[in-house]
Structures are given as structure tokens and as C-alpha cells.
């Protein structure tokens, strides 16, 4: 049985298996600590990742943080 979901994740449609954005950002090899996340056009407060659920459909952004100097 097939759980993945259809999202749009950075312009792009995407089946995934994630149930939740830290599912997602682990499913895809990224830092949550290192990412800021909008679903839906809404910005996910970072205490939020474990427990915010994604449906099919939902549009996802993934801005990475990137330092310099």
C-alpha cells in the first residue's frame, strides 16, 4: 500500500512519504536547525515541525540558511 502524498515543494510537484514537515526536512537530508519552512504561504514556527501534518496538495517553500562574512 502506497502512504506518499502529492505536495509542490520549491515549484516543483513531489510524491512524498513525510507525514509532518520534520519528516519531510529528514526525508530530504536537511538541517531543521539550518531551514526555514512556509506551508501554504504561512511560515511553520520551528516548534511546530513534529506536529505540523501536511495534506496532499499543500505547497511547500524551503529557504536554506547560508552564513557569510
Do not use: C, W
Not at 502524498?5 to 514537515?21: D, K, P, S
Not at 529528514?26 to 513534529?50: C, F, H, Q, T
Amino acid at each position: 500500500m502506497d502512504s506518499s502524498i502529492a505536495i509542490t515543494l520549491n515549484g516543483e510537484r513531489r510524491q512524498i512519504a513525510a507525514a509532518t514537515v520534520a519528516e519531510l526536512l529528514r526525508e530530504i537530508g536537511l538541517d531543521p536547525r539550518k531551514v526555514a519552512v512556509e506551508r501554504n504561504e504561512e511560515i511553520v514556527p520551528r516548534s511546530r515541525y513534529d506536529s505540523e501534518r501536511l495534506s496532499p496538495g499543500d505547497s511547500v517553500e524551503i529557504v536554506h540558511f547560508i552564513g557569510g562574512g
